[in-house]
């Protein structure tokens, strides 16, 4: 009977207990005071500038007064806020504030290890913030260059563009000068991503990264093949490069016009008429089949010769007669024939003004038998007309 009674008695004493065990533990209260790295080598006489902040957990809102109380001997500690030199920050429950800690070594200082505490001092709270600054070798400046996609491909009419990101592997912020190495004529330019203004350099931080574009522009005329270029980005000692390739294929690019560049001319209804046409392959590869068509008013006959071209190589022309036969009974006047020539997906047109005059023969001939009438006429006036 003890024994089930002292049974009894645990078990309700575990009951009480498991609420008390499961509760989740108070949650901290109070100020922090903290940074990202409290210890960090820095090179000799340079400006340590740290970022500082303070949290409020949990307590009222509050002015939090801040100081170094202990600073290497001979170094100059700053706090800073907005840009002004500031001794407390205000707080609001579960909020924080971020002020600057601005080190100055001293003049000559040599290689070493030196220690400054900051204090946080708040309404029956406080915090500190012990911080190390070691003054010996630091990391060479390096810089990083890598391209999303290296190699890219297309005709020459096409517009190149490659992503590459450029990182500052140093504990110092650098300008960075950016230049391209490649074939004559190609233009290259960079630009920040997302941006559009055109740069040479560009600053970048410490340990940070940035996007840019390099876009290549080519010459019409550039002939397949692979191209090489060389992006190099340099500051001082530091320099990163990479190779980029581009594929160009050949695409056919022509154009059409006169001998000239005159794009009209003269005709007579209901005859035809010759003018010359020259079809040039401006791209940079051949074109092939190309096809002479015309567009013309009704009743009107357009010819060409030849009607096909097989082959045009690039950078090469050919020239063709354009017939032009204008209807019968066009009205003098002026008249647009559209030209085309085409390949494939190659193609250019031209509006060709024809100005179309009335054949004199015909005016001649009508005058002539006029005359004949009135010959008539009198003819037989003078020999019937006394009867």
């Known amino acids: 009977m003890?024994?089930?009674l002292s049974v009894l008695l645990l078990a309700s004493l575990l009951g009480q207990a498991a609420p008390a065990l499961a509760a989740p533990a108070a949650s901290f209260r109070g100020l922090s005071l903290s940074t990202p790295y409290p210890a960090q080598t820095v090179r000799a006489g340079e400006r340590v500038t740290l970022t500082l902040t303070v949290k409020n957990f949990g307590l009222p809102p509050q002015a939090v007064t801040l100081r170094v109380a202990e600073a290497a001997r001979g170094w100059k500690a700053t706090i800073l806020g907005g840009g002004r030199p500031v001794t407390a920050v205000f707080v609001e429950p579960d909020q924080e504030t971020t002020v600057t800690l601005q080190l100055d070594p001293p003049a000559g200082v040599g290689a070493g290890t030196f220690r400054f505490?900051?204090?946080?001092q708040g309404q029956g709270t406080a915090a500190q913030l012990p911080l190390t600054l070691?003054?010996?070798?630091v990391l060479p400046p390096h810089l990083g260059l890598t391209a999303e996609l290296p190699v890219l491909r297309g005709p020459a009419t096409s517009s190149f563009r490659y992503r590459l990101t450029l990182k500052n592997e140093s504990d110092r912020d650098l300008l960075v000068n950016l230049e391209a190495r490649t074939q004559k004529g190609f233009q290259v330019t960079f630009t920040p991503a997302f941006a559009s203004q055109q740069v040479t350099s560009l600053p970048v931080k410490a340990g940070e990264s940035k996007d840019l574009d390099a876009e290549v522009s080519l010459p019409r005329d550039t002939a397949a093949g692979r191209y090489d270029i060389t992006v190099v980005a340099a500051a001082g000692e530091a320099r990163a490069e990479i190779k980029l390739g581009l594929e160009v294929t050949g695409r056919a690019d022509l154009s059409l016009s006169t001998p000239d560049g005159r794009l009209s001319g003269r005709a007579v209804a209901n005859r035809a008429t010759p003018f010359k046409l020259v079809v040039k392959n401006q791209g940079g590869a051949a074109a092939r089949d190309v096809e002479l068509s015309a567009t013309e008013p009704t009743g009107w006959e357009v010819k060409f010769e030849p009607q096909r071209i097989d082959e045009l190589p690039p950078n090469k022309e050919r020239e063709i007669t354009a017939t032009i036969k204008p209807a019968a009974r066009a009205v003098a006047g002026d008249y647009m024939v559209n030209l085309r020539a085409s390949a494939g997906e190659a193609s250019s047109s031209v509006d060709f003004r024809v100005t179309v005059y009335r054949s004199?023969?015909?005016g001649l001939v009508g005058i002539l038998l006029v005359a004949v009438a009135l010959g008539?006429?009198?003819?037989?006036?003078?020999?019937?007309?006394r009867r």
């Open 2 to 4: 003890i024994r089930l």
């Open 117 to 120: 505490l900051v204090t946080a």
């Open 134 to 137: 070691t003054i010996g070798q």
């Open 376 to 385: 008539v006429v009198s003819l037989a006036v003078s020999r019937y007309g």
């Open 360 to 362: 004199t023969v015909w």
